[in-house]
């Protein structure tokens, strides 16, 4: 929130509770419960903490591309939440995004695989095809309603 007498930092939505809960369900799920007691819960459990999380990393984003110092509005919150559900949506059912999907994570995670793993190319992750989790989707309108609330508490 911005005001006389307070300043922001950009990317900072980012940081919300929302978003960090997100993010520590989703780390703390797949690298410990996914393992420990795994089952259909674990997968469903993984799209609803991403699918909070990311709209937020995509807000921030934004945020930081632009050129103005003025918050991210509900307008880039909608789009943000949107496009995350179009992409989650089409991974989940369609096999040419999922293929896709799998190769650029894959790439991007190369680095690390690299310096951790090991590893000597890039490896496609695995996506599960599952219509069911679509409803999860819903998640993304997180971050449309904590900007709702960012901006009326602005005004």
Known sequence: MTGVGTSRLRGELVLHPVALVGLAV?????????????????????????????????????????????????RTALVAACATAVVFTAIKTSVVARDLYAAAVGIVRFPV???VWGAAR??????????????????????????????RARR
């Open 113 to 115: 695989d690299a310096l």
């Open 26 to 74: 989703l780390l703390v799920n797949d690298h410990v419960l996914k393992a420990a007691v795994p089952g259909w819960w674990t997968g469903k459990l993984s799209d609803l903490a991403g699918l909070a999380f990311f709209p937020f990393l995509l807000v921030a984003l934004v945020d930081l591309a632009r050129r103005r110092g003025h918050e991210p509005g509900i």
């Open 122 to 151: 890039p490896d496609r992750v695995a996506v599960v095809p599952d219509v069911t989790d679509v409803p999860a989707v819903v998640a993304c309108a997180l971050v449309v309603l904590v900007v709702h609330r960012r901006v």
